[in-house]
């Protein structure tokens, strides 16, 4: 999922976005220190799909505030 596809999703489902994409990474991170993972690239896609959630999220809060 790009920034121009987040964008186009509304707080409530971006909020849902960031918990299910921590949640499958925090799963991930619990399976590796038992096992080796088929992608281990798959933790890193996850972590900056969060941090590219969570910055927009933090855009949209911010623009917020300057309209007030």
Do not use: F, G, K, W
Request: no cysteine.
């Amino acid at each position: 999922m790009d920034a121009a596809e987040i964008r186009q999703l509304t707080d409530d489902e971006i909020a849902e976005e960031v918990e299910r994409t921590r949640d499958e990474l925090a799963r991930l991170r619990y399976r590796r220190s038992y096992e080796d993972l088929d992608n281990p690239v798959l933790l890193r896609i996850l972590r900056r799909r969060v941090a590219r959630l969570r910055t927009i999220q933090r855009e949209r809060a911010s623009e917020e505030r300057t309209d007030e």
